[in-house]
């Protein structure tokens, strides 16, 4: 069994299945057998979404999720170029379009070092949640875990 606390996932997808299941670890505790730490922080990511999906009344509507990463020090950065080659075709499969990516030089106001930062464009909620349940994906997905030691995901509407 993978103990969440003590895995090897990033810092925020350990917090984010704390919070979905709450102390009681036990429903973990087969899934854990089966998929490992990168499949716990997969399934992290379809709950997120699946959140994000029953709180959205504009289910339809084009959206950005904008997406910060820390990367591990032994070779995270490198791990995760071999994730975005794997992830790319995938993104645009689902419709998903990435823009322009920024490493982040020097935070003036507040504390924020992340390494790389970016948006992805989706065409509405279906198609961001689609990506995860792509068995292709699914497949590739580890990538990431292995190169992050930090992310965070926070949706965004374009003002008009």
């Given at each position: 069994m993978i103990d969440v606390r003590r895995a090897n996932l990033a810092t925020s997808d350990a917090e984010c299945i704390?919070?979905?299941?709450?102390?009681n670890l036990e429903p973990l505790t087969a899934i854990s057998r089966e998929v490992g730490a990168a499949g716990l922080s997969?399934?992290?990511v379809m709950l997120a979404a699946s959140a994000v999906s029953?709180?959205?009344?504009?289910e339809s509507e084009p959206f950005?999720?904008?997406n910060a990463l820390w990367f591990r020090e032994?070779?995270?950065?490198?791990?995760?170029?071999e994730y975005l080659q794997a992830a790319g075709p995938f993104v645009s499969k689902h419709g998903g379009q990435v823009n322009d990516t920024y490493a982040p030089e020097q935070a003036l106001i507040g504390e924020f070092d992340a390494d790389l930062v970016f948006f992805v464009e989706w065409p509405n909620q279906e198609a961001f949640t689609s990506l995860f349940q792509d068995?292709?994906?699914?497949a590739i997905a580890h990538l990431r875990e292995e190169a992050i030691v930090?992310?965070?995901?926070?949706?965004?509407?374009?003002?008009?």
């Open positions: 704390l919070r979905s299941v709450g102390s997969l399934l992290c029953a709180q959205d009344d504009q950005y999720m904008f032994d070779g995270g950065a490198q791990k995760y170029s068995p292709g994906y699914q930090n992310s965070l995901l926070i949706r965004f509407r374009k003002l008009p």
